[in-house]
């Protein structure tokens, strides 16, 4: 596939602090590429760098092409093919949707003549076609997230940086946002997002990165990234009627209380084992939770941290 952006080496330093230590992404044409990293991590600084608002110290940052720090215009015009949405909704709450979407195709260089057919996309875009002409300090939450996201793409980029783009919204319109971005992915473009729903960027996204300590410790799809870290084993959650006391196991087990927790490979074949050792104790198994190899399990495997807002 063609990188439409990469960044290789990036190292920046604010002080003694040294927020991005030789951090590397590849972005793929038409792909949905997540990056992940805990709080203070270089997630921010990162994308920042992408969009020109800090100048790295060391690295290159390639977009559409155009290296971002080379003086001959080619890097202002590879950026005007970029889209950004903020985390943070950048939208006036007393214009109507349809005028935020007019002044935004207008700051991103839309011709006046293409105005009203955007528009007019963006509305049904994003289902706010029937509240278009009010002001949208009355808009739900996630209405004005949607919106957010068509203000940032008005002039149809070819790649997309979306910092946290369902932050704080229910489920439903989590889930439309979603089915937005990928009508945008399906018409073409290529998008960087930065999420704390790690259940979401195993579902949508095609590969990942991973950031920790300025630097990309892990970057693959889901499946590869677990074959790398956790392996492909299950664990097994059984939840008893009483604290099992002094139990022989046939394998490494974790009790808490009530609770046994243990790591299998073949769970048709092992969990009769367990199975068996606690019903010779004479305990009744009240609850089974068998849980598959996740991104969540990955994330805590490589950084030890939870990954929260």
């Known amino acids: 596939m063609t990188a439409v ?37 270089g997630k921010t600084t990162l994308v920042r760098s992408i969009t020109g608002r800090v100048r790295l110290d060391e690295g290159r940052i390639t977009l559409l092409g155009a290296a971002l720090d080379a003086p001959d215009g080619k890097a202002d015009e590879a950026r005007r093919r970029l889209g950004v949405v903020p985390q ?12 935020n979407l007019e002044v935004f195709a207008a700051l991103h260089g839309v011709a006046s003549a293409q105005v009203k057919e955007r528009v007019a996309w963006a509305l ?43 932050v704080g919204v229910d489920p439903q319109s989590r889930q439309r946002i979603w089915e937005m971005l990928r009508q945008l992915q399906s018409d073409g473009a290529s998008l960087l997002l930065t999420t704390h729903q790690l259940d979401e960027a195993e579902r949508v996204c095609e590969r990942i990165v991973i950031i920790d300590h300025g630097r990309a410790i892990a970057a693959g799809t889901l499946d590869g990234l677990i074959d790398q870290t956790v392996g492909r084993g299950r664990q ?51 609850d089974v939770r068998v849980e598959a190899p996740s991104l969540h399990a990955v994330f805590l495997h490589l950084t030890g941290r939870e990954l929260r807002e």
Request: glycine letters at 12%; charged letters at 25%.
């Open 236 to 286: 097994v959650t059984l939840a008893l009627n009483e604290i099992p006391g002094n139990v022989r196991w046939d394998r490494e087990v974790t009790v808490d209380g009530r609770t046994v927790r243990a790591h299998v490979q073949d769970v048709a074949e092992e969990l009769a084992g367990l199975l068996g050792a606690i019903h010779d104790r004479g305990l009744t198994v009240q």
């Open 124 to 166: 049904e875009w994003t289902g706010l076609a029937d509240r278009a002409d009010e002001p949208t300090k009355r808009f739900s939450g996630g209405m004005k997230r949607r919106l957010n996201i068509a203000c940032g793409i008005m002039h149809r980029p070819e790649v997309v940086l979306l910092d946290e783009p369902t």
């Open 88 to 99: 943070e909704v950048a939208i006036y709450p007393l214009l109507t949707a349809r005028e």
């Open 5 to 41: 952006l990469e960044v290789v080496g990036a190292r920046k330093h604010f002080g003694t602090t040294r927020a991005l230590d030789g951090a590397e992404l590849t972005l793929d044409r038409g792909e949905c590429l997540g990056l992940l990293g805990p709080n203070g991590a």
